[in-house]
């Protein structure tokens, strides 16, 4: 086979591959939670809260404080914040669903009461 007959049948397999209707994904992993955690209350948990998202390694968040976790794929997620004091409580839900569009960005806030 000649050297210009070889360049070309490796393009002509990419150009029919692509023609096949065949669908690449591309799946993004840049996209990032910011967690805030507010705390009220007269017995304020002063030693701090872990989060996780979906059930994965657990990040401390300082009370009133901020974490971001990143390397997320876009889509929906779970957060859980854990680690409150025996007289505290989450305003709302506990997990929280986020979403994770396709800017790569998601805000969460946490109330936390505390008697």
């Known amino acids: 086979m000649s050297a210009r007959r070889q360049s070309l049948v490796p393009l002509a397999a990419l150009a029919l591959a692509a023609g096949c209707g065949e669908t690449f994904i591309s ?3 840049d996209g990032r939670i910011e967690v805030f955690v507010s705390t009220t209350g007269t017995d304020p948990d002063a030693d701090g809260f872990s989060v996780t998202v ?3 390694a657990a990040r401390f968040v300082a009370p ?3 974490v971001v976790l990143d390397h997320l794929s876009e889509g929906s997620h779970s957060l859980l914040l854990s680690g409150l004091a025996e007289n505290c409580r989450v305003e709302g839900s506990n997990p929280r ?3 994770v ?3 790569g960005r998601a805000d969460v806030a946490f109330d936390v009461r505390c008697a």
């Open 101 to 103: 569009g396709p800017d």
């Open 27 to 29: 799946i993004s992993s």
């Open 64 to 66: 009133g404080g901020s």
């Open 54 to 56: 979906d059930g994965g």
């Open 97 to 99: 669903p986020v979403m």
